[in-house]
Each structure stands twice: as structure tokens, then as C-alpha cells.
């Protein structure tokens, strides 16, 4: 064989070679990218259903509110709860799913960006609404599923700001380690995201 023929079988063989690899690699990076918007999704799904369940909770808690509007040891902070709930609401509705079929992966990376950064910025008012929500409408729960007055005794007034206490500090314990793992996994997905891009420009 002469040695022309050599060189075109290796250069064909080579180019071979060269095309499985790029065929692998971008195969790798459409599995990270499809992980990467695997987790964004879950992350991003928990926050829009809990947005929509804090407008559930203020029209909840605004109709209960209504049936002893006249007692206002319970109506009005009941509303004032529900009012923090509908705010949580109307500050969430920034969060929105973006269409993963048509995004770019820059453009997947941004998403996942602004929503860490709205997730880091909101966090602690979250907890604080939550708070405030369960604070003032478990006595207007108790008053009208149980008709049980917790104001009416002091004793039963004690033990319910001992019992709150208790659950706000278990609430800021979950709600700490939970908007922990959204920062650790949306950085990591970032991260991930970026790896990729140089990759692909080198």
C-alpha cells in the first residue's frame, strides 16, 4: 500500500474520530443542560405553587375574618395577616417558567440568576409573613372550628405565646436550612451552566 493511500485512511479515520467525539460532547452537554433545567424546575415549580397558596391562605383567612368581623381581637389581626399574605403574592409574581424548549443556555443561566437573587432578597420576609400569618389566625381558627377563645383566659393566652414561640423558632430553622439548599443547588447549577459555555467558546 502505498504510503499516499496510508495518509487518506488515517485522515478519514481520523475525521471518524473527531466527529464521535463531538457527537459525545454535545451529547453531555444536552444531559447537563436537561439536569440543570431538571432542578431549576423543581425549585422554580415549589416557589410558584407557594405563591399561589399564600393568595389561597388570604382569601381563606379574609372569609373567616368576615364571619366575627365584629370581634376585633380576631378580625383585625386575622387581616392584617391575610394582607401580608396577598403582599407575598403580588412580590412573587416576578417568578415566572421559562420556555425551556426555545431558551438558550445563557439565557437558562440569567433565569436561574434572577431567581436565586429574588429567592436571597425575599427570604427573610417570607418567614416573617408566614409568622405573622399563623400568629393571627390560629386564634381565629380555634374561635370558630373549635370555639375555643383564647383571649378569655389568661392562662390559655400563655400557653398559645409559648406555643407560637415555639413555632416561630422551628418555622426559621426549616425555612433557613430549606432557602439554603435553593442557594446551594442554584449555584451549583449556575456553576454547571458556565462550565459549559467555556467550553463550548474555547
Known sequence: ???????????????????????????????????????????????????????????????????????????????LGSFAMLWSFIDHLVITKPDYSRISMVELQKSIFNFRIHTSSTAKYDIAIVLIWLVTGTPLYLRLVHNFSIYSNPKYLAIFCLFSFAICILVIAMSRKTYSMYEQKLKEAESDLEKILEFENA
Do not use: H
Not at 27 to 37: E, G
Not at 50 to 66: D, E, F, K, Q
Open 1 to 79: 500500500m502505498e504510503l499516499e493511500d496510508l495518509k487518506i485512511i488515517w485522515k478519514e479515520d481520523n475525521q471518524k474520530l473527531e466527529n464521535r467525539i463531538i457527537i459525545n460532547e454535545k451529547r453531555l452537554q444536552n444531559l447537563d443542560m436537561k439536569k440543570n433545567i431538571g432542578e431549576f424546575d423543581k425549585l422554580i415549580s415549589k416557589s410558584i405553587l407557594g405563591r399561589n397558596m399564600a393568595l389561597v391562605y388570604c382569601l381563606i383567612t379574609l372569609i373567616m375574618s368576615s364571619m366575627v368581623i365584629e370581634e376585633f381581637a380576631y378580625s383585625i389581626p386575622a387581616i
